[in-house]
């Protein structure tokens, strides 16, 4: 089965873009607590934990070695590393800015990689780790990203953070469901304080949408031709 897991990852017009990341594993059966008792044995957990201002070098070997077990490619730059998880986005963005010297506050500079002492060796010894001798096995990484001036812009037409932060999720579920067939079960971060996700739903129809049975702190619903979707609390400590 397939198994997705996304959450927010940037913080939006606060400090720099909003950015959304998922990552699709494909296992005989979602174990939620032996797999998060796997990842943490091997410090793959909550990066908040893991890591932070002057200590991001084993979050970014991590990273780096997901990319590459998922997309068979070691990018060598920022830019390369945003063509593996998010294809056509970065013509897209450049389209959106204003005039050459905005734009040159984003694109000037195309930062090697690693560039927080990441070391590409840990990060694939760690991942290999994690796939031991099971059946899972990283099938995609992807991300999302929407720069503070496409916010302003959504703003205008009356879509908010919290929206557009959903927007992204949906479409992390919509490129893996469509690339790698289903049924997919995406286990996603609460988005903000929404608790009725099927009314706003953009990429599914609310026809399509069922609400399932759910415990305190999780909102469950089946999607037609795509499979489950959660939202869940705390869904980056809980989950792999």
Not at 55 to 82: K, Q
Not at 88 to 110: G, K
Not at 218 to 225: E, G, H, K, L
Request: charged share 25%; proline share 4%; net charge positive.
């Amino acid at each position: 089965m397939l198994v997705l897991g996304a959450d927010e990852n940037g913080m939006g017009p606060r400090l720099g873009p909003l950015i959304a990341s998922a990552v699709t594993l494909q296992v005989s059966g979602y174990r939620r607590s032996a797999l998060c008792e796997r990842g943490l044995r091997l410090r793959l957990t909550d990066s908040k934990q893991s890591g932070g201002f002057g200590r991001m070098a084993l979050l970014e070997s991590v990273a780096l070695a997901l990319v590459e077990a998922a997309h068979g490619i070691r990018p060598e730059s920022a830019d390369a590393l945003l063509d593996c998880v998010a294809p056509t986005l970065r013509a897209a963005l450049r389209t959106a800015c204003p005039d050459a010297t905005t734009a040159s506050q984003c694109w000037s500079i195309n930062p090697r990689l690693p560039a927080f002492g990441g070391d590409l060796a840990e990060g694939a010894r760690r991942v290999q780790a994690l796939s031991g001798r099971s059946a899972l096995r990283i099938v995609d990484v992807q991300s999302r990203l929407v720069c503070a001036g496409l916010l302003n812009q959504k703003k205008a037409l009356g879509q908010n953070k919290l929206e557009v932060d959903l927007e992204l999720f949906e479409e992390l579920v919509v490129h893996s469901s469509t690339r790698h067939g289903g049924p997919l079960l995406a286990i996603c971060g609460m988005v903000g304080g929404i608790r009725d996700y099927r009314s706003r739903f953009r990429r599914f129809a609310e026809e399509r949408v069922h609400s399932l049975p759910s415990r305190r702190g999780q909102c469950r619903y089946r999607i037609d031709s795509v499979g489950e979707i959660r939202f869940e609390i705390s869904a980056d400590a809980r989950h792999l």
